[in-house]
């Protein structure tokens, strides 16, 4: 059973617009959520993360929100630029700070 | 070094064929996984070490895997009578006290085939 969901393995959107990410996760016991990024031929690199006691996390152009009656969590990215373009995986921590992790969104930002 | 350090990159073996993966975590990481990325899929727990011992190793798929930590520092992730299905992309990360918060620092992982 997959624990934690990305529905859409793909996103396009223009660059300036908004970038909207989901993940569903089925597991009520999970403490953090996390984004993490990934370039080709590179280790998935920390993005945000979000405490289970909290709803929102932001930095920069980056904010997580966090919907626990729905077990629902998004990242926005705003303004998208193509920089961003890239896998973003949406990740949950269990015990031992053990990851576990969707199948990932492809984001691309077109000019 | 900077961050962490796989080795090889790149391995081609043949089936039924030893191999070894080797992790150098960030210098002063206490906590090292091992995860492995097969096509089209997230990355997937296999094992977490806290100094020398494996805390977690219930990702482990069967007992051709193992891996060590000797010294608690470089770990070698070792699979044996290699299968075409074990070809994936072999991730390693290691993070201080606060992983989970902060989030790991993985290395670029070794691509493994078997043909």
């Known amino acids: 059973d997959q624990q934690v969901k990305q529905n859409s393995p793909s996103l396009s959107v223009q660059e300036g617009r908004i970038s909207i990410l989901n993940c569903d996760y089925t597991n009520s016991m999970f403490d953090y959520f996390l984004w993490y990024k990934k370039y080709p031929a590179e280790g998935p690199t920390f993005l945000i993360s979000i405490s289970s006691i909290k709803d929102k996390n932001e930095d920069g152009r980056f904010t997580v929100f966090l919907n626990k009656s729905a077990k629902h969590l998004s990242l926005h990215i705003v303004p998208s630029q193509p920089g961003d373009s890239a896998v973003y995986f949406c990740?949950?921590?269990?015990?031992?700070?053990?990851?576990?992790f969707g199948t990932g969104t492809r984001l691309q930002v077109f000019p | 070094g900077a961050g962490v350090s796989q080795t090889p990159s790149n391995k081609v073996t043949e089936k039924g064929k030893y191999v070894e993966l080797r992790c150098d975590p960030i210098s002063g990481h206490t906590a090292l996984y091992w995860y492995r990325q097969s096509l089209g899929q997230g990355p997937e727990f296999l094992i977490y070490f806290q100094g020398t011992g494996a805390a977690d190793d219930s990702g482990l798929p069967n007992d051709r895997f193992f891996a060590v930590r000797p010294e608690g520092s470089v770990s070698t992730l070792k699979i044996q009578r290699t299968e075409r299905g074990d070809s994936a992309v072999y991730l390693c990360a290691s993070s201080s006290t606060g992983g989970s918060v902060y989030g790991y620092t993985f290395g670029s992982g070794t691509r493994l085939t078997v043909v």
């Open positions: 990740a949950a921590s269990g015990r031992w700070n053990k990851l576990i």
